[in-house]
């Protein structure tokens, strides 16, 4: 089974951005996909994105277009997470998992990378 | 969006009973719903792929049902380890939407 292992914590100012890695340990992204998740502090799930890595593919739903860029890198297996314009809700844990193009899309975790956005 | 919408938000229990948590779909999304169980400060671990299928690893006394907008989520035999939050995912169209998540106490 892949194993993700995620960048660590962040601390941004609003307004800024924040990129967080994925990498891949026991795969590849070459024929799967990658997806992003965050939870704010005692909060739900909320999706926030995907790429399949090997087609270059992604999708974003609308609370986050514009403010979010999901790519990766094949040769490392490394997805990477921008979001920009930070401001205080932001605040949230990160998390990445990978999954299938048709199927289950959230099948393995990552650890989850702590983000916090504050002046 | 296809809201998801978990019942009970939260549920008292005791160890060795059984719970069953719902999860209804706002439109069809055929069996293109997972569940997963989130302990705090860790991670989602999946259960339940395509409404009823266990992931590698899970014990049996999780089973998952439905098709259509409307499933659940059965655990039978509750031991200490179970008590969690769960939540459900629907992967039939975008954006994937979860449901609020279900608190499983320890009465």
């Known amino acids: 089974q892949v194993q993700l292992v995620q960048s660590g914590a962040e601390v941004k100012k609003p307004g800024s951005s924040v990129k967080v890695s994925c990498q891949a340990f026991g795969g590849t992204l070459s024929s799967y996909t990658l997806s992003w998740v965050r939870q704010a502090p005692g909060q739900g799930l909320e999706w926030m994105g995907r790429i399949i890595p090997y087609l270059g593919v992604t999708d974003y739903p609308e609370t986050f277009q514009g403010r979010i860029s999901i790519t990766a890198e094949r040769s490392t297996s490394t997805t990477s997470m921008e979001l920009s314009s930070l401001r205080s809700d932001d605040t949230a844990v990160y998390f990445c998992?990978?999954?299938?193009?048709?199927?289950?899309?959230?099948?393995?975790w990552g650890q989850g990378t702590l983000v916090i956005v504050s002046s | 969006d296809i809201q998801m919408t978990q019942s009970p938000s939260s549920l008292s229990a005791s160890v060795g009973d059984r719970v069953t948590i719902t999860c209804r779909a706002s439109?069809?999304?055929?069996?293109?719903l997972a569940w997963f169980q989130q302990k705090p400060g860790k991670a989602p671990k999946p259960l339940i792929y395509a409404a009823s299928k266990l992931q590698g690893g899970v014990p049996s006394k999780f089973i998952g049902s439905g098709s259509g907008t409307d499933f659940t989520l059965t655990i039978s035999s509750l031991q200490p380890e179970d008590f969690a939050t769960y939540y459900c995912?629907?992967?039939?169209?975008?954006?994937?939407?979860f449901g609020q998540g279900t608190k499983l106490e320890i009465k």
């Open positions: 439109q069809g999304i055929s069996d293109n």
């Open positions: 998992a990978h999954g299938y193009r048709f199927g289950p899309d959230l099948d393995s």
């Open positions: 995912q629907q992967y039939n169209t975008f954006p994937r939407t």
